[in-house]
């Protein structure tokens, strides 16, 4: 049987300062939820991986050097714990994410982070085309709304949950899958 990791994907300043401005969101306490699931997993040998996303321009919130690209309390590496970054919705499609899992005969992930509707769920969908088992707690995954389209939060969260669990991952909450490890 392959090895478990935790996946944290974009927990990043920029989620923090969504949250702060008030804007609308799924599980505002996501970043709780992963630092427990982060400390289990360290505690029990399981890795804990980490993407973040990068963009080129220098206006962007996730530019490199600016304060919303910074990591989250939640989602700081410890030495050892492999970083990615990504500059692609997808953890998987401009990173060496698959070939680093696999090297490490890893099978299982535990996939949590932000945004829920968009890297969240390229993460998920890509790691099962891929072959992994994909565990989603809903608790650990941060979603917010669209304004502009018309859609909120619970909506958006709704139907990605439906659409991910009918086909791509295993929902759970994070108690259940720290009980499991």
Same mark, same amino acid.
């Given at each position: 049987?392959?090895?478990?990791?935790?996946?944290? =994907?974009?927990?990043?300043?920029?989620?923090?300062?969504?949250?702060?401005?008030?804007?609308?969101?799924?599980?505002?306490?996501?970043?709780? +939820? =992963? @630092?427990?699931? @982060?400390?289990? *997993?360290?505690?029990?040998?399981?890795?804990?991986?980490?993407?973040?996303?990068?963009?080129?321009?220098?206006?962007?919130?996730?530019?490199?050097?600016?304060?919303?690209?910074?990591?989250?309390? *939640?989602?700081?590496?410890?030495?050892?714990?492999?970083?990615?970054?990504?500059?692609?919705?997808? +953890?998987? @499609?401009?990173?060496?994410?698959?070939?680093?899992?696999? +090297?490490?005969?890893?099978?299982?992930?535990?996939?949590?982070?932000?945004?829920?509707?968009?890297?969240?769920?390229?993460?998920?969908?890509?790691?099962?085309?891929?072959?992994?088992?994909?565990?989603?707690?809903?608790?650990? *995954?941060?979603?917010?709304?669209?304004?502009?389209?018309?859609?909120?939060?619970?909506?958006?969260?709704?139907?990605?949950?439906?659409?991910?669990?009918?086909?791509?991952?295993?929902?759970?909450?994070?108690?259940?899958?720290?009980?499991?490890?």
């Amino acid at each position: 049987m392959g090895k478990t990791a935790l996946l944290i =994907i974009d927990m990043q300043m920029e989620m923090q300062a969504r949250l702060d401005e008030g804007r609308a969101a799924v599980n505002p306490d996501a970043a709780a +939820a =992963i @630092a427990r699931l @982060a400390a289990a *997993c360290r505690t029990t040998g399981r890795a804990v991986v980490h993407v973040r996303h990068h963009d080129a321009d220098a206006g962007s919130p996730f530019y490199p050097a600016a304060p919303g690209a910074q990591p989250m309390p *939640c989602a700081e590496a410890l030495p050892g714990e492999a970083v990615f970054y990504k500059s692609t919705s997808s +953890a998987f @499609a401009s990173t060496d994410l698959a070939a680093h899992l696999r +090297a490490a005969g890893i099978t299982r992930l535990i996939v949590t982070g932000a945004v829920l509707g968009f890297c969240v769920t390229s993460a998920v969908r890509a790691a099962a085309d891929l072959g992994f088992e994909v565990i989603l707690p809903r608790d650990a *995954c941060l979603g917010f709304d669209l304004p502009m389209m018309g859609l909120s939060a619970e909506e958006i969260a709704a139907v990605t949950f439906g659409v991910l669990g009918a086909d791509f991952a295993t929902l759970s909450r994070s108690e259940a899958v720290i009980a499991g490890l």
